[in-house]
């Protein structure tokens, strides 16, 4: 079964705006990791954020982590067109199982 | 795409056939991992191997199968009991948990289509 779950599943924003997309998920982890994917291509890391760890900085990307909620954010400042992606949370045990949510559909608006 | 080589990039398939995907590093990683992805969803995972020599079911496993001879390599097999095989399967390697290296890296992916 899937163990995050992102929120919103799309989300349209004007150029240089902040989006800000959430994920949950089920059970304990040691990390969760943001990725990117393009249409038809294979996803990018973006950002791990360790279990210990509450917020995290990469460029313009931000990620939360609040494990008492099983949940994690991550926001992206100062959005441009070359944002418009899908972008997927995981989260990883330590049997090195990864599991990835269904992911959110960032458009930017010109 | 970082070091993995997924071929073919596109596969037509009749109903009935087994397919081989394949998945090649030089990475030298020892997890690598085979997920699934149908239009507009996440990622599922079929399997993944921490070893050469031992792999381990994901969640939708049913209807594939795969080997792990050589670290380099991980190829998926979809065979004829795999219900609706149409989907866009992805690739991934990363170093173990425990050696810290905990990112995935995507091959470019595979499309198969069953006419």
């Known amino acids: 079964s899937q163990q995050g779950e992102e929120d919103p599943q799309a989300l349209s924003i004007q150029e240089g705006e902040n989006a800000t997309m959430n994920c949950s998920y089920k059970?304990?982890?040691?990390?969760l990791q943001w990725y990117r994917q393009n249409s038809g291509r294979g996803l990018v890391h973006l950002i791990l954020i360790r279990s210990n760890e509450r917020e995290k900085h990469s460029g313009r990307l931000r990620v939360t982590l609040d494990t008492s909620k099983k949940s994690s954010s991550l926001l992206i400042t100062a959005s441009r067109a070359a944002d418009t992606a899908s972008y997927f949370c995981?989260?990883?045990?330590?049997?090195?199982?990864?599991?990835f949510g269904k992911g959110t559909r960032l458009h930017i608006l010109p | 795409d970082g070091g993995i080589t997924q071929s073919p990039k596109y596969l037509f398939r009749k109903e009935g056939q087994n397919v081989t995907l394949s998945c090649e590093q030089n990475?030298?990683?020892?997890?690598m991992y085979w997920y699934r992805q149908d239009p507009g969803q996440g990622l599922r995972l079929i399997y993944y191997s921490q070893i050469v020599n031992d792999f381990q079911k994901g969640d939708i496993a049913e209807g594939y199968s795969v080997s792990r001879e050589k670290k380099e390599s991980f190829p998926l097999t979809v065979t004829s009991a795999q219900k609706n095989p149409t989907a866009f399967y992805l690739c991934a390697t990363s170093g173990t948990y425990s050696s810290g290296a905990n990112v995935l890296t995507f091959g470019a992916g595979s499309r198969l289509t069953v006419l």
């Open positions: 995981a989260t990883r045990n330590r049997d090195d199982k990864i599991i």
């Open positions: 059970t304990s982890i040691n990390n």
């Open positions: 990475l030298n990683h020892d997890a």
